[in-house]
């Protein structure tokens, strides 16, 4: 069963199944739950600006009785509860047009460009900075796959059709398949 607690109420034993905030508010970087059996890792939590977190009481330690605590069961009503406010809320006004862009002057553009690599002529900037970022779209979009993150969704491969990419995601060691 799960419940979520204040991180002042965190003990030595309790499975933390979760923390409620963002995973760049706090030092771990496991992925899913752990059991808190170290107590330098229970400093790194209070450490931390994460003052809520989920615990599994059928993994580890419970809360005592007294304490308050909520159940997974009363979070999503909660949630509910605020959402269906969002019905009475009036509609947004529309948006403005959005305008359109100036006309670039290609007589103003440089041919070349000085760069970190040397003078190279402008189009194989833009190509290279057009590929260099979709290469890490790939590489980010492989790490997303093998986690197992929920709600991910793959590039479509018609993304990055006609861009000169290299066949794997890191120089050969790891295979873009």
């Known amino acids: 069963m799960l419940k979520r607690i204040g991180t002042d109420q965190l003990i030595l034993g309790m499975y933390i199944h979760e923390f409620c905030g963002s995973w760049l508010d ?3 970087v496991r992925v899913g739950g752990f059991l808190l059996s170290n107590p330098k890792d ?3 939590v209070h450490g931390s600006s994460i003052r ?3 615990i599994d009481v059928s993994k580890g330690k419970d809360i005592p009785a007294h304490v ?3 159940s997974r069961e009363e ?3 909660e949630i509910e509860a605020r959402l269906s406010t969002f019905g009475e809320l009036p509609p947004e006004p529309a ?3 959005i305008p359109k862009p100036p006309t670039v002057n290609q007589a ?3 041919a070349q460009l000085d760069t970190y690599y040397g003078t190279r002529p402008l189009h194989a900037v833009l190509e290279r900075t057009a590929w260099h970022v979709a290469q890490h779209a790939r590489q980010l979009d492989l790490v997303l796959g ?3 993150v929920s709600g991910h969704m793959p590039l479509p491969a018609a993304l990055l059709a006609d861009l000169p990419l290299p066949k794997d995601a890191w120089d050969a060691e790891v295979p873009m398949s």
């Open 52 to 54: 809520e977190v989920w």
């Open 42 to 44: 229970l400093d790194r």
């Open 95 to 97: 948006a403005p047009p």
């Open 146 to 148: 093998r986690s197992g």
């Open 108 to 110: 103003r553009l440089p």
């Open 75 to 77: 979070a999503d009503a």
């Open 68 to 70: 308050k605590s909520v």
């Open 26 to 28: 706090h030092p771990f």
